[in-house]
């Protein structure tokens, strides 16, 4: 009996380990970042301090049935890096041979040159289609979420406006796949952007919904 209630026991362990290390459910995917690495200017890495602003430690993405969110979390959501004029998110994904990409900026000032400056302004979220050489603006009603407590940025997307940018493909929901997943967070210097801090998942991973 007591060899019996072990084997049972050990069995059910080994479920858990399984169930621990299963894949996310379809809906959501993840993965992670290395912290301090937001360190690069153009195309190379340099000794210098990390871009906290700009040190993307992890990427989620969520498909709730209404909406795709995409919360990217940093070392810290608030403030500009030190010498720039704001930072530039964009997340790229691939869905039916076609390629897309999300953005916004934030800039340190406004870009009107009005009076109300400071933190928490935003230029976007915008989408393009990224087929060809020239990025093509799609109508998106995309919104960008900053949460400085938890350190988050979150971009969320209707169904309704992936739709629109989908045509021809059927309606997005359950078995719609994104792939070619990558982001990147950059710097605002003057009229360039510069790459801090690139990110992707393991090469051959797949979003679904």
Not at 170 to 198: E, H, M, W, Y
Request: glycine share 12%; aromatic share 8%; net charge negative.
């Amino acid at each position: 009996m007591r060899r019996t209630l072990t084997t049972v026991v050990s069995l059910l362990a080994a479920l858990g380990l399984l169930i621990g290390a299963s894949p996310a459910r379809a809906g959501e995917f993840a993965w992670t970042d290395p912290e301090g690495d937001a360190t690069g200017l153009g195309a190379e890495s340099t000794p210098r301090p990390p871009d906290p602003e700009l040190d993307i430690s992890k990427v989620t993405y969520v498909a709730d049935g209404k909406a795709l969110n995409v919360t990217w979390n940093l070392t810290k959501a608030a403030g500009d890096p030190v010498g720039s004029l704001g930072r530039d998110f964009d997340f790229y994904f691939t869905h039916d041979d076609h390629k897309y990409a999300v953005g916004a900026q934030l800039p340190a000032f406004p870009l009107d040159g009005s009076a109300t400056g400071g933190n928490g302004l935003v230029s976007g979220p915008l989408m393009t289609n990224n087929d060809g050489a020239q990025a093509v603006q799609i109508p998106c009603g995309c919104k960008l979420r900053i949460d400085d407590k938890r350190n988050t940025i979150t971009f969320t997307i209707g169904y309704a406006d992936l739709d629109r940018a989908f045509p021809g493909t059927g309606k997005v929901g359950p078995g719609t796949k994104f792939t070619d997943l990558s982001g990147r967070a950059a710097r605002i210097q003057g009229a360039v952007l510069v790459n801090v801090d690139l990110t992707a998942p393991a090469d051959g991973a797949t979003f679904s919904f």
